[in-house]
């Protein structure tokens, strides 16, 4: 079968396509044929070595996945070959089949076509476990996004509206934040014509924000976080802007601020249960209209490197998706 392979940490153009073996499935295991990947800014981060999992080279990438079941191994009596699904694996998904933990692959409503599919898992997942059960996020309190154009800010938009939030979206143009407004934000903050720490005083009457989702970092993360309300909850989602910000402490002590680590792949691993909860939830909202994943564009396998290097200069709004065979 072929797979995208990543033989030497580098930029998406050190990625080459190849043949490789064919796949069996072990216990408890699904072997899935891929019609669409969606790729996730930890991709482009994967193949650098700059993600805290570093696989051991070479490797395939791609996590959220799309597909048809080929063959179960024992034990999975949830699915069977020819069920179409969705599902997500740490790395591995980039290629004609991939092999996929059984609690981490679920069938695919009817209505949801592949690459809606592959755009799903990753980005609501994540932004779901985050608001939800690491937030705790009320109605009518106030959340701000960062990033809130990409795939997981986009989901936590959505979301946060869902669940009954005042939402303020933060990205770097308004061509981003228009798609923000369309997707249900209240307030909308260009970081790079405001000062955001002093345009959350304004938009809040000083009060600050309850919750921050902050998949970014870099430098807006210390000011997101000054802008926070008393008892506010600062979720860490990721590091998209590069850089890892070091956070004076007093900060949270003064505010009475909770620091929330996010690993929506960790959770869902751990408490398979509760994220089958999750997803089940998620794919209710899906049915009723109520969440519409948002697709940039879509790639041939072939084309994975050129997808990534958008991903990185951050031309991307919502999610891209590669598509298989």
Known sequence: MKAIRCKAYGPPASLVIEEVENLKPNAKEVLVTVKACGLNFPDTLIIQGLYQIKPELPFTPGSDLAGIVKEVGEGVTHLKAGDEVFGFVAHGALAEEVIVPSNACFSKPPQMDFPIAASFMMAYGTSYHALKDRAKLKAGETLLVLGASGGVGLAAVELGKLLGARVIAAASNDEKLALCKSYGADEIINYNSQDLKTTLKEITNGKGVDV???????????????????????????FAAGNIPKIPLNLPLLKGVSIVGVFWGGFAMKNPSENMQNTMTLMKWYAQGKLKPHIHSIYDLEETSNALEEMINRKVKGKLVIKVN
């Open 212 to 238: 921050v989702y902050d998949p970014v970092g870099g430098n807006y993360s210390e000011a997101a976080l000054r802008g926070t309300a008393w008892n506010g909850r600062f979720l860490v989602v990721g």
